[in-house]
C-alpha cells in the first residue's frame, strides 16, 4: 500500500504543482505510515524522477520511453494504469493539469475507482481514509468527497498547497516502470506540436495576475495591464468576453470555461464579475477591482474598489508602484 503520486512536468521541467501535491502526500504519509510513490510519464525524464524524490517521494515509478515524448490519451492510461498495478495505492493524486487529468479520469473509469475531480483541499478521516474538498456549483459552495472503496483517487488543482523546499539531500529508489504499449495505447500518433507559449507568466501558477475584460476595448487595451503584469512578476488574465472578442488567447481566460486560479492578489480591470468569471478567481487571497461603474458586481467580492476608468487608474497604479519599488 502506498500513497502515488503523479508528478507532471512539461519538458522534463517539473511543474509546481507537482511539488505542491507531494508536500501535501508527505503530509498524508506522515499520519498513515505509506510510503510516498511518485510516478513519472515521458522521455528522458531522469531529472523529473530525482526532483520527485527532493520533494518528497519515497520511491519513483518511472515509464520513460520515446512513446511518452508527447502526450497520448491512451498511452498514458496504460502508464496510469501499470502504475496503479504496481504501487498498489490506498491514495492516488494527481494535478488537473490539461492532458493528465483527462488519463486519469479515463484510468479511474476503467480500474472503476472512486475520483474526485478538482480539489483544492485534502485530508484525512480517523481511519485515514481520505477526504477530498471541491468547489462545487460554481465556486459558490465547497463539497468534501468521501470514497467508499479503495484505492481513493483525487486530481488537486494548482496552489492549492504551499510548494515545499527541495531537498536534495533526500534518497529514494529510481525503478523503471514497464508500460505494455498494445490495441488502443498504440493507436494514437502526435503528427505536429505547436507551443503559443508567449514567455509570459501562465495564469494557472501566478500568484499575481492582472485580468482585464470588455473594458479593455481592443487588443492594445491589454497594454497597461501587461506593464502593471510584469512589474509586479505577474500573468495577464482575462474574461471570456475579451477572449471571445478575440483580444487575447484562450490560455488567459479565467472562470469557469476557462483557468480556475488562486493568486495571493487578482486585479480585475474592466470586468463586470459574471458568475461565470466569479467561478474561476473567487479563491484569490485579494481582489481589486478597477471599474468605472460604481454598481458592477465584481465590487461585492473585492476587497478593494477602484470606481474609475482603466485607462487612468492602471497606468497611475504602475507608476506609484514603480516610485515604491523604486523600478
Ligand atoms: C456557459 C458559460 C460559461 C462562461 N464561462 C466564462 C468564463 O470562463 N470566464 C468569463 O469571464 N466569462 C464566462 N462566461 C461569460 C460571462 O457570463 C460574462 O459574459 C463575461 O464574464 C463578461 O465579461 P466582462 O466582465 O469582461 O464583460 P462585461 O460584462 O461587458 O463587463 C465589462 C465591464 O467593464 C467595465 N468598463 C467598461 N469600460 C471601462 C473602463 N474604461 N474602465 C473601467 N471599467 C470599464 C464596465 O462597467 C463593465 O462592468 C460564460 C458564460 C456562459 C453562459
Known amino acids: ?54 520533494y518528497g517521494a519515497d520511491k519513483v515509478l518511472v515509464a520513460d520511453a520515446a512513446s511518452f515524448s508527447q502526450f497520448r490519451t491512451h498511452a498514458y492510461v496504460a502508464a496510469f494504469k501499470a502504475a496503479i498495478a504496481t504501487a498498489k495505492p490506498h491514495i492516488i493524486l494527481v494535478p488537473t493539469s490539461a492532458g493528465v487529468r483527462d488519463a486519469a479520469a479515463l484510468a479511474a473509469c476503467e480500474l472503476n475507482i472512486g475520483l474526485a475531480a478538482d480539489c483544492q483541499g485534502l485530508a484525512l478521516d480517523a481511519n485515514g481514509n481520505l477526504l477530498a474538498e471541491r468547489p462545487v456549483f460554481s465556486g459558490n459552495m465547497l463539497t468534501t468527497i468521501v470514497f467508499a472503496a479503495q484505492p481513493q483517487m483525487a486530481t488537486v488543482r494548482p496552489r ?5 523546499a527541495a531537498d536534495k ?4 529508489e529510481i525503478v523503471l516502470l514497464a508500460v505494455a504499449l498494445d490495441g488502443l495505447a498504440s493507436a494514437e500518433e502526435v503528427l505536429e506540436f505547436e507551443t503559443t507559449e508567449t514567455g509570459e507568466v501562465s495564469v494557472e501558477n501566478a500568484g499575481i495576475i492582472v485580468s482585464g475584460g470588455r473594458g479593455v476595448k481592443g487588443p492594445e487595451g491589454f497594454a497597461p495591464l501587461r506593464e502593471l503584469a510584469r512589474l509586479l512578476g505577474g500573468a ?24 480556475s486560479v488562486r493568486p495571493d492578489l487578482y486585479i480585475a480591470a474592466g470586468i463586470s464579475g459574471a458568475i461565470q468569471h466569479l467561478a474561476g478567481m473567487s479563491n484569490a487571497k485579494v481582489i481589486v477591482a478597477i471599474n468605472k461603474d460604481k454598481d458592477a458586481p465584481i465590487f461585492s467580492l473585492a476587497r478593494y474598489g477602484i470606481v474609475g476608468d482603466l485607462f487612468e487608474v492602471t497606468p497611475a497604479l504602475t507608476a506609484a508602484l514603480k516610485r515604491k519599488l523604486g523600478k
Open 1 to 54: 500500500m502506498s500513497i502515488l503520486v503523479y508528478v507532471d512536468h512539461f519538458q522534463g521541467k517539473t511543474k509546481p504543482v507537482s511539488g505542491e501535491i507531494m508536500g501535501k502526500a508527505r503530509e498524508l504519509a506522515g499520519k498513515t505510515g505509506l510510503p510516498v510513490v511518485a510516478f513519472v510519464v515521458g522521455q528522458n525524464v531522469g531529472g523529473v524522477a530525482a526532483e520527485a524524490i527532493a
Open 160 to 164: 492549492s498547497f504551499p510548494l515545499p
Open 169 to 172: 539531500s533526500r534518497t529514494g
Open 236 to 259: 495577464v488574465g482575462a474574461s471570456r468576453a475579451a477572449v471571445d472578442a478575440g483580444w487575447i488567447p484562450y490560455p488567459h481566460q479565467v472562470g469557469q470555461t476557462g483557468k
